[in-house]
């Protein structure tokens, strides 16, 4: 049995406005990584153009119609980077932007990681690393033996693929041919206390995901406007999943945070807030 496929036309990508709303967004974590004093800025900043080409260009999704079946799931299975997704889904109106100011408060729905049912827009409780993808796979099958189109897309971290869980859904997607699920690997070189490369053998990644039957490639995970042409060509005619190994720079978008590591548990000071708002054009 095939996916159920949803035809679309191409779309040009607005490349000048999806800059800004990367931009806009990262300086919207920033902000809310100041006022909590949490961690995990660096890894939010490094994927801000995948999500920015996602939400503002990829996919077909309607906020006021959070449970839509046919709607596209976006599963950020990098769940430490929770700050990204929560300000994307409220600039794109899925509740308050007021609402941003209780990131990880008592009481409050935006915990650190991606709670369950509780904030429209969140597909799935993510953190414990390995989990995004096997629950993608999960959605892409319901949705075939319902005859449901719509795309699955990925946001794992590249620390991520050091999880067995990861490959194993990897191997169901290849095998149950969910050319519909695709994989974005924000490659920022970097996990908790170490270079990836340091902690597990990564490299090749790209060839990692081509040997387990992806169709895989090679992106720059910053060019908003290639992000956005990859990813709105799903499926690509391949008969595969498709994994896009996007290679990125920890802290992208703040010259005082880009690469350094430090920023994976540090929150910026007020007067850094004002500097890195500078930096990203925002004042």
């Known amino acids: ?9 191409a779309k040009t990508p607005d490349v000048a406005a999806l800059k800004k709303q990367a ?20 890894s939010s900043l490094s994927c801000a153009d995948v999500l920015a080409a996602a939400y503002w260009h990829v996919l077909d999704i309607d906020p006021a119609k959070p449970l839509d079946p046919l709607r596209d799931r976006f599963i950020l299975s ?12 409220a600039m794109k109106g899925y509740f308050p932007m007021e609402e941003l100011a209780t990131y ?5 729905r935006l915990a650190e990681h991606p709670p369950a049912n509780l904030l429209p827009g969140v597909e799935a409780a993510t953190g414990s690393l390995g989990h995004g993808l096997p629950l993608g796979c999960g ?17 794992l971290s590249d620390g991520e693929n050091n999880e067995g869980s990861v490959w194993e859904a990897a191997m169901f997607a290849a095998a149950q041919k969910l050319e519909n699920v695709c994989v974005i690997v924000d490659y920022n070189k970097w996990q908790a206390t170490a270079r990836s490369n340091e902690t597990l053998m990564l490299a090749p990644l790209h060839d990692k995901w081509a040997a387990f039957g992806w169709d895989a490639h090679e992106i720059d ?8 042409e990859a990813m709105q060509n799903i499926p690509n005619g391949s008969g595969k999943p498709v ?32 500097k890195a708002h500078k930096e990203l054009g925002l004042v």
Not at 2 to 9: M, P
Not at 78 to 89: Q, V, Y
Not at 248 to 256: N, P, R
């Open 1 to 9: 049995m095939n996916v159920a496929v949803r035809k679309t036309s």
């Open 139 to 155: 959605m892409a099958l319901s949705g075939r033996i319902k005859g449901e189109a719509f795309n699955v897309y990925a946001l």
């Open 23 to 42: 931009a806009i967004l990262r300086g919207k974590v920033i902000e809310m990584s100041h006022a909590a004093q949490a961690a995990h800025l660096a």
């Open 221 to 228: 995970g910053h060019d908003v406007g290639a992000l956005a």
């Open 243 to 274: 994994a896009l190994i996007a290679h990125t720079i920890k802290g992208k978008g703040v010259s005082f945070m880009e690469d350094d590591n430090n920023w994976h548990y540090r929150a910026p000071t007020a007067d850094e807030v004002v």
């Open 78 to 89: 990098k769940g430490h980077a929770a700050a990204a997704l929560f300000a994307t889904l």
């Open 104 to 108: 990880c408060q008592d009481g409050g």
